[in-house]
């Protein structure tokens, strides 16, 4: 199945691309997840898009990336960041989380050059991600009444 993949920083979205990326985002974070806390946490503007629009035009697969050297939450992180990973739920179950997450390694790599990468992962996800190359850097911690962990992949 084809994928239109599109990777823009936050100037260069559509309406209708912002609307789709906050609208998808919504669906999985706060109501499938039942979390309320705040999913627009102002570091939109500062981050690139992944998009992942599947056939019939509906976006499908999302994550947000940050390049290397970014400033989160008051920090400086010399890795890049991936975050915000979504996938529809009738996309899930049949390994396009994967594709996902390899589409969104490659664009680090193409945008930002061989750079190691964080990410803050369910702590369920956690073989999910091991199996890109990702392993644990830090201890569980609660976000938005879900228990996290820190992971990086080395360059």
Request: some cysteine.
């Amino acid at each position: 199945m084809g994928v239109d993949w599109q990777f823009l920083p936050f100037p260069k979205l559509t309406l209708d691309q912002l609307y789709d990326l906050l609208r998808l985002r919504e669906q999985i974070f706060v109501i499938e997840q039942t979390c309320l806390y705040g999913e627009l946490d102002g570091w939109e503007k500062e981050a690139f898009h992944l998009l992942g629009y599947a056939p019939d035009k509906t976006l499908a697969a999302y994550a947000r990336i940050f390049p290397p050297n970014h400033v989160y939450y008051g920090e400086t992180f010399p890795e890049a960041r991936i975050g915000r990973v979504a996938l529809h739920k009738d996309w899930r179950g049949k390994g396009r989380g994967h594709m996902l997450m390899q589409e969104s390694l490659a664009r680090v790599e193409s945008a930002f050059g061989k750079t190691p990468v964080i990410l803050n992962a369910q702590t369920h996800l956690e073989k999910f991600y091991n199996a890109h190359g990702f392993s644990r850097a830090g201890d569980i911690f609660d976000e938005g009444g879900i228990p996290h962990i820190l992971m990086r992949r080395p360059e």
